[in-house]
């Protein structure tokens, strides 16, 4: 709640931050007119003021259970004070420094325990800020390795139809969701495009192996046609989230190492969203045993307190730009805030908990009782569809159970699920008809309890 000034009536604390944000702040991926309080609109903007667990707390008082950990990123809990401990104590040490020439320790320990605990073969770590960043320095990445093998004209990506991997314009380049990326197509590279294994999109008795086999053979064909002009193939290992939680098998991962390695390409896993434990593994690439050129990381690589990633390759490329200066084969790309150690310091602690807990053990409990609550749904007459991998769940709302056709996007039916959600104290956020699960590991059976009953139930309303 807001502090009236002395004399001053009191005003709720939402109300007035509210109307001040909505003066001058624009916010991302919203159409702020939906927020417009002279327009009486009906979707609020809601401030809040604390966290606590899994929870998030308004200026109000109001308490809503966060569903989709703020966006992916929060792993184990708002304000968690074992990482808030690290955040102070490094604060009082060094809060910067220019990453060019200087270094510190709580990067390179970052670097030595990531190295560590990713995929055999990963020996090399470099740091950026968020994980669009990360896409775009291993999209240059490969493609410089490339040209400074002599092989310039390799200057093209394949990506998987529907995939996300960001909004900067090298990332949105090798996406596939219109929703991001048609604005900005005059921008952009064109990427090859390859037919995405979705589970969802298989033929009617398919086995998810099966599908992951058939789109490996299309992908086959692509190579064969475009091998010597293609840099990378980029992924989102087991599920493409921004996407619609589309989910596929692990042979696909397999099957996609040995094609790059027979075709000479790169495989770019965009693990941004799915790893450190979100799938059941720690990466999503150890549930196929394979390890790619490159593996991007951000979002619960610091537990959700400070934006970081990384982009970890292998000693092959790290080589392909180790050479006298005078050579011109240094990869010059840098951001201000590379390395920094406040980030550096609490990703540590953010791994440091996941060796001193059993996290993956306890997000397989949780996991298979998210599964069971939402089992029912699968008999819901406009539910096509409900899947899960780790702790991610989606349901797939549509208007037609038989034929599988969705609402009309103008509708907006997932918003109707997303205001329901605010109403009884939960955070969900659909991606267009699909409504999704996504919680803090520190979330329990209750608190799961809570998310389904209020996600059925805003389900219900959304398709009354």
């Excluded at 400070?306 to 005078?326: G, I, M, P, Q, R």
């Excluded at 605010?422 to 956020?429: F, K, N, Q, S």
């Amino acid at each position: 709640m807001d502090t009236p000034s002395p004399g001053a009536p009191a005003v709720a604390g939402n109300a007035s931050l509210a109307a001040r944000d909505l003066k001058h702040v624009w916010h991302p991926c919203t159409q702020m007119h939906d927020h417009d309080i002279a327009l009486d609109s009906r979707v609020p903007m809601l401030p809040i003021v604390r966290g606590e667990g899994a929870w998030l707390i308004d200026a109000d008082g109001r308490r809503y259970l966060d569903g989709i950990s703020s966006w992916w990123t929060n792993l184990f809990g708002h304000a968690n004070p074992r990482i808030a401990a690290a955040l102070a104590d490094q604060a009082r040490r060094l809060e910067h420094v220019i990453f060019a020439g200087f270094t510190h320790q709580p990067a390179i320990e970052l670097a030595e325990e990531l190295v560590r605990i990713t995929p055999p073969g990963l020996s090399r770590v470099f740091f950026a800020d968020n994980g669009s960043s990360a896409i775009e320095v291993a999209l240059k990445m490969s493609f410089h390795y490339w040209l400074n093998q002599g092989r310039g004209h390799k200057t093209r990506f394949i990506a998987l139809t529907g995939s996300y991997h960001g909004e900067t314009l090298g990332a949105l380049a090798v996406s596939d969701v219109a929703l991001y990326r048609k604005t900005y197509a005059p921008l952009l590279l064109t990427p090859i495009l390859a037919p995405s294994p979705d589970t969802y999109e298989g033929e009617p008795g398919e086995s998810p192996a099966a599908v992951a086999a058939r789109r490996l053979g299309e992908l086959r064909v692509l190579l064969e046609r475009h091998a010597h002009e293609t840099c990378a193939v980029i992924v989102e290992p087991l599920v493409q989230c921004a996407g619609g939680m589309r989910m596929y098998h692990p042979d696909y991962l397999a099957g996609l190492r040995r094609l790059c390695d027979e075709f000479a390409v790169h495989f770019i896993a965009d693990e941004i969203a799915v790893g450190f434990g979100r799938t059941g593994t720690m990466f999503a690439c150890e549930q196929a045993d394979v390890a790619p050129d490159f593996m991007c990381l951000s979002k619960g690589l610091t537990g959700g307190t400070l934006a970081l990633s990384a982009v970890l390759t292998t000693e092959d490329v790290y080589a392909a730009f180790y050479a006298e200066y005078n050579a011109g084969k240094a990869f010059l790309h840098s951001h201000s805030y590379t390395g920094n150690p406040l980030a550096c310091r609490v990703a540590l602690e953010t791994l440091a908990i996941f060796r001193d807990e059993p996290v993956l053990e306890r997000n397989r409990a949780l996991a298979e009782h998210l599964g069971a609550r939402l089992a029912p749904l699968r008999d819901h007459p406009h539910v096509a569809d409900v899947r899960q991998t780790g702790m991610i769940a989606a349901v797939e709302l549509v208007a037609d159970k038989r034929s599988r056709e969705p609402w009309p996007a103008a509708e907006r039916r997932g918003l109707r699920v997303y205001l329901h959600g605010l109403e009884h104290g939960a955070l969900l956020r659909p991606l267009g008809n699909v409504v999704y699960f996504m919680p803090p590991y520190v979330v329990d059976t209750g608190e799961i309890d809570h998310l389904v009953d209020v996600a059925t139930a805003g389900i219900e309303a959304a398709v009354a």
